[in-house]
């Protein structure tokens, strides 16, 4: 099995990328050769010169990664949704799923560890037949669910649970993350009652933070409160 994670959400916007990044960060201090990967992004236009997408940038700055933007980002569309709808509607390709595979074997045989980012949840569509979990399954990776405190959060952590143990994928652990300073009631009593509807641990519960950089301060801050074998 290939050494790495792949990190998935219960939707968009729950924070992958701050935790990617920030495992990403925690790791190069500890193995000399660690690469970020997100095969599948979408976004508003190209974000600089050096990266078409914003969550792949800091990815990348998260451990100074010198790839080329095309082998760790291989399919980018400039329309905020999903891949499949993205490629639809701009009459472009949608994305070969083993094209991304070949990429992230290639990474995966240069580099000693590899971090995944997916996009969106789990059945968010790449093309007309697959969606996410199908990359998931040919990455033969574990998973990393990134979850938030929010009403519905346990509902929409149990389908993505579920549908991951449908196809045979083992979930690593749970981070909820964005837990607010002054918790309400649900938000306190998430963890609990997420802990009572599954058997897999909450490795991480990760504050709001307000006024996000993404830098190293940012990546020691969200790291400290991660518990992760990365055997």
């Known amino acids: 099995m290939t050494s790495g994670i792949f990190v ?17 960060w925690k790791l190069s201090k500890k ?8 095969p599948f992004a979408t976004g508003p236009g190209v ?29 980018y569309y400039q329309l ?16 070969n799923l083993h094209h991304a595979l070949r990429n992230l074997t290639r990474l995966s045989k240069k580099y000693d560890y590899i971090i995944v980012e997916g996009i969106g949840g789990v059945l ?6 697959k969606t996410l979990i199908d990359f998931i399954k040919l990455s033969n990776l574990e998973v990393i669910l990134v979850t938030t405190p929010k009403v519905g959060t346990i509902n929409h952590t149990l389908l993505t649970i579920n549908e991951c143990t449908r196809n045979n994928i083992t979930i690593k652990g749970i981070i909820i993350n964005r837990m607010p300073k002054k918790k309400n009631t649900i938000e306190s009593q998430t963890p ?26 940012t990546f020691n801050t969200v790291s ?8």
């Open 124 to 129: 968010v569509p790449l093309t007309k037949t």
């Open 192 to 217: 609990k009652y997420l802990k009572l509807f599954t058997n897999i641990p909450i490795i991480g519960i990760v504050p709001e933070i307000v006024s996000l950089n993404y830098n190293t301060k």
């Open 80 to 95: 905020a949704c999903s891949p499949y709808m993205a490629a639809s509607i701009l009459k472009q390709e949608p994305p």
């Open 8 to 24: 998935v959400g219960t939707d968009t916007d729950v924070g992958k990328t701050l935790i990617s990044s920030s495992l990403a």
């Open 31 to 38: 193995i000399k050769k660690v690469v970020v990967m997100k």
């Open 47 to 75: 974000y600089s010169k050096n990266f078409r997408s914003k969550d792949v940038s800091i990815l990348a700055s998260s451990i100074n990664l010198q790839e080329n933007d095309y082998e760790i980002n291989p399919y």
């Open 224 to 231: 400290k409160r991660i518990r992760i074998d990365y055997t």
